[in-house]
């Protein structure tokens, strides 16, 4: 897995936001961000959830609704 923490991410020639897998299925972009960007994790979350607000260059959140449907870009968070 890789890490940085606290340091600045240096991942210019990898892919670091989906806008079009918003309306997708949560499960599926999930893994579709894992596929195009192997650096990160994507975690498949619901919309209200609570979390931590530190930085992370191998975090992705995958925002969905109550139908598992992504709700908004998924980014390195």
Known sequence: MFLMHNQECHHEAVKDSWPELVGAKGEAAAATIEKENPLVNATVILEGTATTRDFRCDRVWV??????????????T
Do not use: A, D, L
Not at 65 to 72: H, I, L, Y
């Open 63 to 76: 925002w969905v609704n109550r139908k598992g449907v992504v709700t908004r870009t998924p980014i390195i």
